[in-house]
């Protein structure tokens, strides 16, 4: 799929008050833009991962990015923690602090908001977004919605299930899911397993990522 080059976008280290403690994260705003999205992600920045070349595609199609650092895990951690564990109740505070934040920013302010979870981010994500008005789509890759079930029958936003073909545990729970969102999709990225590591594969998820965006946050742009 080609890229759609963008002529400068604004980038920014940000650190975002919640409680007695402050997030941190990184805000880019592409020069002409019609939403923000928040990345939310369980494991440690790195240019190599995911949500880089998510992020980089979503500029792409004129959305800004707000990239929070997960909250650290505690010891013995569940590698997969639920929204009510103790790390997935943090993840979804911290989601809803940064989003109140965007609210405030003049960059941001009259922005619409969603968000885009990955792996074990996405039960804290849904949990996040079902409590939060603004929220007005949500993008899943790869994750277990199962992992906040209280969230699905009361999340309105549009939401979307992608899961790949060769990772059928989890395509299983996320069909599930689907039954229970009110306004959810799902999608199969063919020949993709559980990391979308195949080649083009997590392409694939960038760009339906940003078609869904695209859709339900800024039509017509």
Not at 149 to 159: D, Q, R, S, V, Y
Request: glycine fraction near 10%.
């Amino acid at each position: 799929m080609p890229h759609r080059a963008i002529e400068s976008r604004w980038a920014q280290a940000v650190s975002i008050p919640h409680g007695r403690e402050r997030l941190a994260g990184e805000l880019t705003v592409p020069s002409v833009v019609a939403g923000v999205v928040l990345l939310a992600h369980d494991e440690p920045p790195d240019p190599r991962a995911s949500g880089h070349l998510v992020a980089g595609v979503l500029h792409e199609a004129r959305l800004a990015t707000l990239r929070l650092d997960p909250p650290a895990p505690g010891d013995g951690a569940d590698p997969h923690p639920a929204s009510g564990s103790r790390h997935g109740r943090d993840l979804a505070a911290h989601l809803i602090a940064a989003t109140d934040w965007l609210a405030h920013q003049e960059r941001t302010a009259r922005l619409p908001v969603g968000y885009f979870a990955a792996g074990s981010g996405a039960g804290a994500a849904l949990d996040a977004a079902a409590r939060v008005e603004r929220v007005g789509a949500v993008v899943v890759s790869g994750g277990r919605p199962d992992l906040a079930p209280g969230a699905l029958a009361t999340l309105h936003a549009p939401t979307l299930l992608i899961v790949g073909e060769h990772d059928p545990d989890v395509l299983e729970l996320n069909r599930l899911a689907l039954r229970r969102l009110t306004s959810g999709t799902l999608l199969v990225v063919p020949e993709a397993s559980h990391r979308f590591e195949e080649a083009g594969a997590l392409e694939v998820v960038a760009h339906l990522a940003s078609m869904w965006f695209q859709q339900t946050l800024a039509p017509g742009s």
